[in-house]
């Protein structure tokens, strides 16, 4: 309890009062939103550096198909006709991932 709580305003110092039901309860649910304030900004911050951590290995993961499939090729044009539209649906697929995640929770 702080000095402002415990004075009383009459001049003689500090009395030792107690807080009414109604301002523990008032407390009580600033406590309790404050915690549910820092938590839900603990979650945000773990959300943004897992989709960040996502899309780094994702885009790591697009580029290594798409040497691979260069590589696979070997300059044969009838093989990247191929295998390019696969190196593309998986780079969509990949970009829809990153942009889905974390949708829902």
């Known amino acids: 309890m702080s000095e402002l709580d415990r ?3 009459s001049g003689r110092g ?6 009414s039901r109604a301002a ?11 915690m549910q304030l820092a938590n839900s ?7 943004g550096m897992v989709r960040r951590r996502l899309a780094e290995e994702g885009m790591a993961d697009v580029t ?3 040497n691979l499939a260069r590589e696979l090729a070997n300059g044969d044009a009838y093989i ?3 295998l390019v ?10 970009a829809r ?8 929770f």
Do not use: K, N
């Open 97 to 104: 991932d990153i942009r889905e995640f974390g949708r829902g």
């Open 80 to 82: 990247a006709s191929l």
């Open 64 to 66: 290594d198909v798409g």
């Open 14 to 19: 500090s009395v030792a009062c107690r807080p």
């Open 24 to 34: 523990r309860r008032t407390q009580q649910r600033g406590e309790l939103d404050l």
């Open 41 to 47: 900004g603990r979650l945000a911050e773990v959300r």
């Open 7 to 9: 004075y009383d305003g």
């Open 85 to 94: 539209p696969m190196a593309q649906e998986f780079a969509r697929t990949t």
